[in-house]
């Protein structure tokens, strides 16, 4: 199956840094999702971006599927942005058809400090 | 806010004892997928269905795990007989139509002893 690397695995900051997480993804994906786990365990999802840019205010993604992968882009970060990221992905059908059978990476865990 | 609510919310369990775990989807979502999450093994899936039909559940140990849609609002993940290495927190997710408005439940987290 589909194999998802996520890097760095661990991510200390302090509020106001920028950062930048990578997804590499090991075949051609249909379907590409950033999700945030909080700290109480609840995932949320960031963007659906299995090609271009998108922006969603401190937050930008980019994935560059001929290359196969994906930058997950924090700004001026602040403590809630804390907890894990996860990189998600559907490997791509001969119909191209997604079907959500997402293949998590093992995330990167991120610490802000006041 | 639509939201993915699963219930209960955690469950601890003696060994061979029957669990059964719900999830109702959001409303109109027409797939609803089932996940588990272990400190080892990560987020994996364990089964989905698409209007209430099973698409795949390879992911699932077929001999004590059964996962079924009753009817739109309702999935259950059941595992009988339960075993210590089933302590993990169990996620059901629903999406509008696959790969879009993915949303996740609280998760329910499993302890069996």
């Known amino acids: 199956g589909i194999q998802v690397e996520q890097s760095p695995p661990d991510l200390i900051l302090q509020e106001g840094a920028n950062s930048t997480l990578r997804c590499n993804f090991s075949?051609?994906?249909?379907?590409l999702q950033w999700f945030h786990q909080n700290p109480w365990g609840q995932l949320i999802n960031l963007f659906y971006?299995?090609?271009g840019t998108k922006q969603n205010g401190r937050l930008s993604a980019t994935t560059v599927a001929t290359e196969r992968y994906s930058l997950l882009y924090i700004s001026s970060s602040q403590t809630t942005d804390s907890g894990v990221y996860f990189c998600?992905?559907?490997?791509?059908?001969?119909?191209?058809?997604?079907?959500?059978?997402?293949?998590f990476g093992q995330g990167t865990i991120l610490t802000v400090h006041p | 806010d639509a939201r993915v609510t699963q219930t209960p919310r955690h469950k601890v369990t003696e060994m061979g004892q029957e669990v059964t775990m719900r999830c109702q989807p959001i409303?109109?979502?027409?797939?609803v997928f089932w996940y588990r999450q272990t400190m080892m093994q990560g987020l994996e899936l364990l089964a989905y269905?698409?209007?209430?039909?099973?698409?795949?559940d390879s992911g699932m140990p077929k001999d004590r795990f059964s996962a079924e849609m009753p009817d739109a609002t309702l999935a259950t993940l059941k595992i009988q007989p339960s075993e210590p290495r089933d302590s993990a927190v169990y996620f059901c997710?629903?999406?509008?139509?696959?790969?879009?408005?993915?949303?996740f439940g609280s998760g329910t987290r499993l302890t069996v002893v």
């Open positions: 409303l109109g979502h027409n797939t």
């Open positions: 075949d051609s994906v249909n379907n």
């Open positions: 269905f698409r209007n209430r039909a099973p698409l795949d």
């Open positions: 997710a629903s999406a509008l139509t696959a790969p879009y408005g993915y949303t």
């Open positions: 998600a992905v559907e490997g791509a059908s001969a119909g191209g058809t997604s079907y959500g059978k997402l293949t």
């Open positions: 971006i299995p090609s």
